[in-house]
């Protein structure tokens, strides 16, 4: 299970990898409310509250550039101290769904998966 503020980091990270392309697309947005009905517990709020809030600061962070390497490593950071092996690797799941989701991998996701994977300490051979 996770607790409040890694799932609100998880879904941080895949918004993110929804949004590195330029858009929004609600297929990758059907994939993070799956993964939030499984696991959002009513007192961490209201959802679609949080998820607006997100929506506009990635919208700034990637349309601006501004600090989107410096919140990257802030999120994986906070992912990789928060989360257990097991978790890490469900949250990376999460991003890849998120990514595959809209049938188009963009170099902007494979590169944004390639750090997530890098950060997190998983190495492709």
Request: aromatic share 16%.
């Given at each position: 299970a996770f607790d409040e503020k890694a799932l609100k980091d998880a879904v941080y990270a895949a918004a993110?990898?929804?949004y590195i392309d330029g858009e929004?697309?609600?297929?990758?947005?059907?994939v993070i409310?799956?993964?939030?009905?499984?696991?959002?517990?009513?007192?961490?709020?209201d959802f679609d509250e949080h998820r607006d809030n997100i929506k506009q600061e990635i919208e700034y962070v990637?349309?601006?550039?501004?600090?989107l390497q410096k919140r990257l490593n802030d999120i994986v950071e906070e992912l990789t101290s928060e989360l257990t092996s097991n978790q890490r690797n469900v949250v990376l799941n999460?991003?890849?769904?998120?990514?595959?989701?809209?049938?188009v991998l963009t170099l902007e996701e494979s590169?944004?998966?390639?750090?997530?994977?890098d950060k997190m300490g998983i190495?492709?051979?």
């Open positions: 993110l990898m929804s929004f697309h609600d297929s990758e947005w059907d409310h799956d993964f939030v009905d499984d696991h959002w517990k009513g007192h961490y709020g990637v349309s601006t550039k501004s600090n999460l991003v890849g769904d998120v990514m595959a989701a809209d049938g590169k944004l998966f390639a750090t997530f994977m190495r492709l051979y």
